[in-house]
């Protein structure tokens, strides 16, 4: 009972920050209709924005708790300079191309912030270990959990209850979404499409960056960020259903808790448990857990 | 310049002034051209299925199995001939991409992409975690012989595996040239243009899908193994998706109309990689991305493209 335990509770802390972010990938597919490989150096950036503002923040006598606001605001700015200036700056020239070649704009564009980081922060780790130690350790049965983990959870329910809400609830996310179910026709219906894009790319760099920088504390920030966080955030959306909020939520918990599965009862699986389940569900049900429908154009 | 013949005496000649070039050059950059030529041929696997206006992520799989199965036999079955090897590594392949085809015949867009590279990933690792093929750190490989040949010295070691890799590439590229030709490889291009259309004329575009898959994943195993027995090396990383990224840029440089533009493209990409990690080390991605986003943008058919329409401009001024 213990082990069920602590596999699910590992499993919930592990999907929480992969959904934070998976959720910003499947939000500019469902509106862009780009499956960005850039999405993981969003990420890596995040983190390295926060690192810097933690070292900042925690370097004076400020309310520690606030830190998690500096934390947040680093991953908007990061995303307000970055979302904008690369939609409007490169993708928009792409956009009457086919989607595969999006993608390859996307990897390109991988690669150069990749290197881009490294010459902006260097290659030696940093560490944002001060926030990881706010909310003390809490005890679940006999085991201690660190505050901060559980507080990632949190973090997770709230975003994709507010993102849900806003495009579900709100009349500029059913503009949002009807730009997502026929791009031409909401053109047409006189929604502002450009804006439109460039808002959901910056809302899904910037919660790329808040997973990042919320996982920062957690992590050494290096180079290389971005290589593995960019699949894992594919395998979800990929299971989840491309451009679905709740296949995304979904599609977190399976992933975390496959990961978490594998590295308790079988850790020779753990570095491709992730991508067996992302190829079985590809083989059973291509569109992912939750398909959008799709209307057939004539 | 299509028959037979003339594309026969253009891949002789070509071998030949290979052979000249590879005694005038230097060893680093003969070597160099060996593992660029490595590249080329799971790039020019790739070029197969993206004629066939599909992309796969996961071409490194097959560059990864070319090389485990080359690799094994010179280790465990004690083979050392270079051209044995080479078939064994593209045999692997061949049966692997031969198994996984039909699957992803069924397949498009995005969906093929991310399988592929979900399948290329579940290899990388599985061979990670798998202590008896070496983990990690992968195992290392003896220096081959070519058909009883032991070659002294490094340099003639050198030599004879570019002479070897020379007549690999120029035997492939012939095969493709010819294959491009064909009434099956045309079939790829009417499939990219409109599937419907050739389904209608009675061809079955699952076939062509597969076929083109299976023989990619015999010239990607080719160049596995090739590159393997080059750097007497094999470890996961031939299977990790940033591998196949950069079959990806060969081919979207190369584009998909001419087989000798993959080439280039492979030799530029070790070229600018080379010097970039020399000179830039924390800035050769950078370049590559950008050259990559260059030539999406005013080379959408690649260097392939370029070269063909200098052709019809040449013969449009023969006409005139």
């Excluded at chain 2, 584009?255 to 924390?282: C, D, K, T």
Aim: proline fraction near 3%.
């Amino acid at each position: 009972m213990q082990l069920v335990t602590t596999i699910l509770i590992d499993g919930l802390i592990d999907a929480s920050w992969i959904f934070i972010v998976a959720v910003g990938l499947t939000l500019i597919f469902g509106v862009l209709n780009i499956l960005n490989i850039a999405h993981g150096n969003f990420y890596a950036i995040g983190a390295y924005v926060a690192a810097n503002a933690v070292g900042m923040y925690y370097s004076g006598s400020n309310p520690p708790m606030l830190g998690l606001l500096a934390m947040t605001g680093a991953a908007l700015a990061a995303a307000i300079v970055l979302g904008p200036l690369l939609e409007r700056g490169l993708l928009r020239f792409f956009y009457h191309r086919d989607e595969i070649v999006l993608v390859l704009v996307t990897y390109a564009l991988f690669l150069i912030l990749e290197d881009a980081t490294k010459l902006i922060w260097g290659v030696n780790p940093y560490y944002a270990y001060e926030p990881y130690g706010l909310f003390g350790n809490i005890n679940i049965g006999r085991m201690n959990y660190v505050g901060y983990d559980l507080f990632l959870v949190g973090l997770a329910v709230v975003i994709g209850i507010v993102l849900w809400l806003g495009l579900n609830r709100t009349k500029s996310g059913k503009v949002v979404l009807a730009v997502i179910h026929d791009r031409e026709m909401s053109s047409a219906a006189g929604v502002n499409v450009t804006k439109i894009f460039i808002v959901a790319f910056t809302i899904g760099v910037f919660l790329a960056a808040l997973g990042g920088a919320f996982t920062a504390p957690k992590i050494s920030v290096q180079p290389g960020l971005a290589v593995m966080v960019v699949l894992l955030s594919f395998a979800v959306v990929v299971i989840g259903g491309l451009g679905s909020i709740e296949g995304a939520a979904i599609a977190s918990l399976i992933v975390g808790l496959a990961r978490a599965l594998a590295i308790h009862l079988a850790p020779w699986a753990e570095l491709f448990i992730v991508y067996l389940v992302m190829a079985v569900m590809l083989a059973v049900r291509p569109q992912g857990i939750f398909a959008p429908t799709a209307l057939r154009k004539i | 310049m299509s028959s037979p013949s003339v594309i026969s005496f253009v891949a002789a000649l070509t071998l030949v002034m290979l052979a000249v070039l590879g005694k005038v050059l230097p060893g680093w950059c003969v070597f160099l051209l060996v593992t660029a030529f490595a590249k080329g041929l799971a790039a020019l696997g790739l070029v197969l299925i993206i004629r066939s206006g599909l992309l796969s992520f996961g071409q490194g799989l097959f560059y990864c199995a070319g090389g485990y199965g080359a690799g094994l036999l010179m280790l465990w079955g004690g083979v050392n001939d270079a051209m044995l090897l080479v078939l064994a590594g593209g045999f692997v392949s061949l049966v692997l991409g031969a198994v996984i085809a039909p699957l992803l015949a069924g397949y498009r867009s995005i969906f093929f992409a991310t399988l592929t590279l979900a399948l290329s990933m579940l290899a990388h690792g599985a061979l990670t975690k798998a202590d008896f093929l070496g983990g990690s750190d992968g195992l290392n490989l003896r220096p081959p012989s070519f058909l009883g040949f032991q070659p002294a010295s490094s340099a003639e070691a050198v030599y004879s595996l570019y002479l070897f890799a020379c007549v690999l590439v120029v035997a492939c590229a012939l095969a493709c040239k010819v294959h491009f030709n064909s009434v099956r490889g045309l079939l790829s291009l009417a499939v990219r243009d409109n599937e419907i259309r050739v389904e209608y004329l009675g061809s079955s575009v699952k076939r062509v899908i597969s076929e083109n898959f299976t023989a990619a994943a015999f010239l990607g195993g080719i160049g596995g193994a090739l590159n393997a027995i080059a750097v007497a090396h094999i470890d996961p990383e031939l299977a990790f998706w940033t591998t196949s990224g950069e079959f990806v840029f060969v081919a979207i440089l190369s584009g998909y109309l001419s087989v000798s533009a993959v080439f280039a493209a492979s030799i530029m990409l070790e070229f600018i990689r080379s010097f970039s990690s020399q000179y830039f080390p924390n800035a050769w991605q950078m370049s590559l991305g950008i050259f990559m986003l260059a030539s999406i943008l005013f080379l959408p058919n690649g260097i392939g493209g370029l070269l063909q329409r200098r052709k019809k401009r040449l013969e449009g001024s023969k006409i005139a």
